[in-house]
């Protein structure tokens, strides 16, 4: 009986596939995230919004980004599976889960609850202005706090549902699976690590996201899927927003 790709036997899991080379990867990041930018403006020049003020936007515009984000990427991904890969998306991004993959819970909750506040701890008495409790959490308390009604769902689904698979994707499924392919696994986890964290565009967060990123990427280096490293960051989104929403 064939085993369902979510559960394969022990050592079957495909690791040992073909990784896409890193300029492949490169170029499928830089193009989605240049496709998503041009998109994000364009609705926000069409609805009268070009002139957004951060924490104020309109309540449909999480929505209406994230799907402007996420569609060139699972385009873009799903194009080089085809051209570069088996054909097999949930092969050649290592999508899979075993039972073992729920430690990713207690990861996620000790990630949210401990390490962001010991890595800010230091920059908190550097810079006590810039990295304030406050100001860490700014910017998910202002989407709590402009989500109400059927939006309070739309912001669950996309910060704890759609952004840990499609980031897990694209950062640990393609760019540091293919960095691996070149360097050390250390070394791809470091540099897929400090990207994700730039990425984000938030200096206040910078510490926490950065070492959450080396946890989410040891969690792939160590198993070769993406199975803990998506339940650790969908836990670590829930427990932050739970923070936000009770505090």
């Known amino acids: 009986m064939n085993q369902a790709p979510w559960a394969p036997p022990y050592g079957q899991e495909p690791a040992g596939l073909k990784k896409f080379p890193i300029k492949v990867a ?23 919004n070009s002139e957004l003020v951060v924490g104020k936007e309109p309540k449909w515009f999480l929505g209406v980004s994230a799907l402007a984000l996420w569609l060139p990427f699972m385009i873009g991904l799903n194009l080089i599976s085809k051209k570069f890969g088996s054909g097999v998306f949930w092969k050649d991004y290592f999508l899979i889960f075993r039972k073992i993959d ?8 000790a990630s949210q609850l401990l390490l962001v506040g010991l890595v800010t701890w230091p920059f908190r008495l550097a810079f006590p202005e810039k990295f304030a409790p406050e100001l860490v ?32 994707l694209v950062y640990r499924g393609l760019i540091q699976s ?3 392919g070149r360097f050390s696994g250390i070394v791809a986890m470091v540099i897929t690590a ?19 990123a080396l946890v989410l990427g040891y ?10 490293s998506i339940v650790a960051h969908i836990t670590f989104n829930a427990t932050g927003l739970l923070l936000v929403s009770t505090l």
């Open 26 to 48: 490169i170029f499928t990041w830089s193009a989605s995230y240049g496709v998503a930018l041009v998109i994000s403006s364009a609705i926000l020049v069409a609805t009268g």
């Open 102 to 109: 729920l430690w990713g819970v207690p990861i996620g909750i």
């Open 137 to 168: 959490e700014k910017r998910a308390r202002d989407l709590f706090d402009n989500a109400t009604g059927g939006w309070l769902i739309v912001l669950i689904v996309v910060v704890v549902i759609g952004a840990p698979l499609v980031e897990e």
């Open 178 to 180: 293919s960095l691996d």
């Open 194 to 212: 400090v990207w994700f964290a730039v990425v984000h565009l938030q200096i206040v967060e910078f510490p926490g996201l950065l070492a959450f």
């Open 219 to 228: 969690c792939f280096h160590r198993t070769s899927r993406l199975g803990m």
